[in-house]
């Protein structure tokens, strides 16, 4: 019980962060991930489909959205994200196309209704995010219908040996010991038990630009990935933490080239 318990609050806590991240990483960094979302968009729609809905978990303000759209025009679509701010940022987002649902969820775990049902999967950037990602992965794949892909991009252990990623991950480790990311040597393991043929297994990499550190550091804890540690350590922890980030960090524009990593199967 206390395991179920430990990852319901998990799972709250991580909402909460992104219900109040939503406005500020849709500015921020839903226009720098757009090549990401773009890779990953293609890869399910270069060749045709089967029949059935496609599938977005971990949507957030749903990015993908225009491209699927544009590339399957009658096709259902449906993005599940765990984050109310979010969902409600995502059903503004296709509230004009009638073919398009937002389902607020743990999409972690699929419901079952979508079992062998699905032409595609789609999800860029919530993998990493998710408890136990292998077992996430795997529960898409099991969406699929014969014929049907899914394309993943997620942010591996190692994004950039320099850049922003990199020296905040370095400053972050001497005050947060890093989690375990054993889960991504299970990932292709996973995909191919559930019975899908990996197409592509690649990294990805576009460039990215930032303002200055400052401007990085604070979008990535009020609208980013580290808003949830920023809400649960407090204000004073983020200061400390900034304050040793942007000594360390170059003056001026931020240019860099972070790589992630691409899942492609076929069911």
């Known amino acids: 019980m206390d395991n179920v318990t430990d990852r319901a609050e998990e799972l709250a806590r991580r909402a909460r962060g992104w219900d109040e991240a939503v406005t500020g990483y849709e500015a921020y960094y839903v226009p720098r991930f757009a090549p990401w979302v773009a890779a990953a968009v293609r890869a399910v729609t270069v060749d045709a489909l089967p029949s059935g809905p496609v599938l977005v978990p971990c949507c957030g303000t749903f990015p993908e959205l225009d491209a699927l759209v544009e590339h399957l025009p009658d096709r259902e679509l449906v993005g599940i994200d765990l984050s109310p701010g979010m969902v409600r940022r995502a059903r503004e987002r296709a509230a004009s196309h009638p073919q398009v649902s937002v389902v607020e969820g743990d999409a972690s775990t699929l419901d079952s209704r979508w079992a062998h049902r699905c032409a595609a999967v789609v999800s860029v950037f919530g993998l990493q995010?998710?408890?136990e990602p292998d077992q996430a992965i795997q529960s898409w794949a099991a969406a699929l219908r014969p014929g049907g892909r899914l394309s993943v991009v997620f942010w591996p252990?190692?994004?950039?040996?320099?850049?922003?990623?990199?020296l905040l991950s370095?400053?972050?480790?001497?005050e947060v010991p890093a989690g375990d990311r054993s889960w991504e040597q299970r990932l292709a393991p996973a995909l191919t038990t559930q019975g899908t043929c990996i197409e592509r297994d690649e990294h990805l990499s576009y460039p990215m630009s930032h303002p200055d550190a400052a401007?990085?550091?604070?979008t990535h804890t009020t609208s980013g990935p580290l808003r949830p540690l920023a809400t649960a350590r407090g204000a004073t922890f983020i200061a400390q933490l900034r304050d040793e980030f942007l000594r360390r960090a170059p003056s001026g524009a931020w240019h860099h080239q972070p790589r992630a990593r691409h899942l492609v199967a076929d069911a």
Not at 157 to 166: C, R, V
Not at 170 to 174: D, E, P
Not at 215 to 218: A, E, L, M, S, V
């Open 215 to 218: 401007t990085f550091f604070d």
């Open 157 to 166: 252990t190692a994004t950039e040996t320099e850049g922003p990623f990199a």
């Open 170 to 174: 370095k400053v972050l480790r001497a």
């Open 129 to 131: 995010q998710l408890p």
